[in-house]
Nanobody, 115 residues
Framework: QVQVVESGGGLVQAGGSLRLSCAVS????????MDWYRQFPGKQRELVAA???????NYADSVKGRFTISRDNANNTVYLQMNSLKPEDTAVYYC?????????WGRGTQVTVSS
């Protein structure tokens, strides 16, 4: 059974930093593309960052240069380091992975950036 559990969200002032963690069990993170998405109220989830099996990373334009996705293979965990946070980064952040047959999502972690 695959489990995806996010943590690390919270309230931070604009310009501050947070590191989100995504603990995964049931699959090996280094064997899969791992993503972070976020969802604004009333909006669809949008891709924030992804890391491939080879370690290649991709970012949404809105977070390039501020967010960094990384992977700890030993702990089967994926991280999202978020720096220079802005109020418009306020959202629920979700960790995701999947196969051609199934998507796996965590329950999300709330990030709130105050101005």
């Amino acid at each position: 059974q695959v489990q995806v559990v996010e943590s690390g969200g919270g309230l931070v002032q604009a310009g501050g930093s947070l590191r989100l963690s995504c603990a995964v069990s049931g699959i090996i993170v280094s064997f899969n593309v791992m993503d972070w998405y976020r969802q604004f109220p009333g909006k669809q989830r949008e891709l924030v960052a992804a890391i491939t099996r080879l370690g290649t990373t991709n970012y949404a334009d809105s977070v390039k240069g501020r967010f960094t996705i990384s992977r700890d293979n030993a702990n089967n965990t994926v991280y999202l380091q978020m720096n220079s946070l802005k109020p418009e980064d306020t959202a629920v952040y979700y960790c995701h992975t999947g196969t051609v047959l199934t998507n796996y999502w965590g329950r999300g972690t709330q990030v709130t950036v105050s101005s």
